[in-house]
């Protein structure tokens, strides 16, 4: 049962929107009333029918129909927040804004593909991903295409600038990690940060390294994570799950998660020196067993482990030898 559609504030509604077949099971669409009518929305959801029901259900809960959106601001550009953008603003003319890190990779991840595919492939191999499995995990996604309308943006965000929004005091902070043009909006009057999936309450974000990331994701992700700890946030309104209040003790408890994750690499790699990363991953711990992981978050496990490798190389921790695949050492210090 999804939750309800909630008056979160005056003036601000919550609607859950379903994802199909994903453990998440909603997006946490945000609608903001705007002075003089009309709304603004954070995040869409996928574009399917039974998203775009709920999505119009909860505008008219809220007393409002898409066809009052004027705003669709997106914090990035996975298909669960952005899959729906390009259909409203067709229904509504509804302006699109994205960060440019991630509108410059809309034409090559939603696009022609081809591209994607093939260093897809070449990246799977490197992690030592076994040959039987390298066309399950590299396709995985391909079938998520059409859980999206592409849409360019109208607007480009900025870091640390106010979005013209009348009603509303909204400033954007980039927050890269997740994605690499991943954004929270904080509204500084009310004390809310509407954080996307950069800070959830109980899960951490997929932080991975592949094709389309840069260079260390999970070093970016954990600096973002401090660009938001001192805005005096009295409450964080995230994209899947449910809103919470103590945004400083969950911010604790992801680092320590992602420096527990460090420290289990490490151990894996004094056990198994000479590990691939698709090795290192097999013999970490995961939230249910491997063998009920689908393909596609197999490949986000396998990304996951790369992005702590990544880090832990830049600090001097481990060192990699040879390619396709790649194998991981402990440094010699």
Not at 200 to 209: A, E, G, Y
Request: glycine residues 8%; aromatic residues 8%.
């Amino acid at each position: 049962v999804l939750p309800p559609v909630e008056q979160v504030r005056p003036g601000l509604w919550s609607i859950p929107v379903p994802i199909p077949n994903n453990p998440l099971r909603y997006v946490l669409v945000y609608a903001l009333e705007l002075r003089g009518g009309g709304v603004a929305l954070v995040d869409a959801g996928w574009n399917t029918d039974e998203a775009w029901m709920a999505l119009s259900d909860g505008l008219s809960t809220a007393g409002g129909s898409i066809s009052d959106v004027r705003a669709v601001m997106v914090t990035h550009i996975h298909p669960d927040h952005y899959g729906l953008a390009g259909r409203v603003r067709d229904a509504s003319g509804a302006w699109i804004g994205l960060h440019p890190a991630d509108a410059v990779m809309l034409e090559s991840r939603y696009g022609d593909t081809d591209e994607l595919v093939a260093n897809m492939f070449r990246f799977l191999a490197d992690a030592g991903v076994p040959e039987d499995r390298l066309p399950d995990l590299a396709l995985a996604s391909i079938a998520l295409k059409k859980m999206v309308s592409m849409a360019a943006p109208d607007v480009l965000f900025e870091d640390g600038k106010d979005i013209d929004l009348p009603g509303w005091s909204l400033r954007t902070i980039w927050t890269p990690g997740h994605s690499p043009g991943h954004v929270c909006f904080y509204s500084e009057d009310r004390k809310l940060l509407i954080s996307g999936d950069h800070v959830l309450p109980r899960i951490t974000p997929n932080i991975s390294v592949h094709a389309q990331q840069f260079a260390n994701p999970l070093g970016d992700f954990l600096e973002s994570l401090l660009k938001v700890q001192n805005l005096g946030a009295e409450e964080v309104l995230p994209g899947h799950e449910y809103r919470f209040s103590d945004l400083q003790g969950r911010l604790e408890e992801i680092i320590t998660h992602h420096a527990d994750r460090l420290a289990e690499i490490e151990q894996v790699l004094t056990e198994h020196p000479g590990s691939t990363a698709w090795e290192i991953t097999l013999r970490l711990h995961w939230s249910r067993p491997w063998d009920q992981i689908q393909s596609f978050m197999q490949r986000q496990a396998n990304g996951e482990t790369l992005a702590h490798c990544v880090l832990l190389e830049h600090h001097d921790r481990i060192r990699r030898e040879g390619k396709e695949p790649a194998r991981f050492f402990m440094a010699d210090h």
